[in-house]
């Protein structure tokens, strides 16, 4: 995956500009080591993709730049993701990304894996943003940084149930492993 990091990162700088809440679009080929022992690509991977996908998004359309100028750097919070039907090998696909909304803490991005119109699977990611110096980016600060009014995007209520649900103690809390 490293390495389709590095190309993503490469080619998305040359491709066609596009606004940050645009739908992203990323070709691919489900490839060998993708795929699990049943020969499908492996649940894993998607999340994988799904990383590609929004570094896409946010390299075509400038957001990359702003987030490295600020010492900022995008880590996933929450994900979810639900399968329709298996990608096979060599099989072509597209990842259709699009930034859904904000919360006052978090982007909610939901990605879709496509091929020949027809969703075969669905991910949801609510992601932050981190300083480089520390501590974690609000929303507002991002918004005015890139140039969104993040308040007009709110997230819908199922998606602000689910963020609470899944929600884990912070990482400078004890959280002890207790059946």
Do not use: C
């Not at 489900?30 to 020969?39: S, Y």
């Not at 496509?114 to 918004?143: D, I, N, P, Q």
């Not at 995007?153 to 809390?173: C, F, I, N």
Request: proline letters at 3%.
């Amino acid at each position: 995956m490293f390495l389709r990091t590095i190309l993503v990162m490469l080619l998305s700088r040359f491709g066609r500009r596009q606004q940050f809440h645009d739908v992203g679009r990323l070709r691919r080929v489900v490839l060998p080591n993708d795929l699990d022992v049943l020969g499908h690509m492996n649940n894993g991977v998607y999340f994988s993709v799904m990383d590609l996908g929004r570094l896409e998004l946010s390299v075509r359309s400038g957001a990359w730049r702003l987030f490295s100028k600020n010492g900022w750097y995008p880590v996933a919070g929450s994900e979810t993701m639900t399968f329709r039907r298996s990608l096979q090998p060599w099989q072509r696909y597209t990842l259709e990304s699009r930034v859904v909304g904000y919360d006052d803490k978090a982007m909610y991005v939901q990605q879709r894996f496509v091929v020949g119109g027809e969703v075969y699977a669905e991910g949801l990611v609510r992601g932050r943003f981190v300083r480089k110096s520390g501590g974690t980016v609000a929303m507002k600060e991002f918004g005015e940084v890139i140039g969104v009014d993040t308040a007009a995007m709110p997230v819908s209520e199922w998606m602000l149930r689910w963020a609470a649900d899944v929600t884990l103690p912070p990482a400078r809390a004890t959280f002890t492993s207790d059946w």
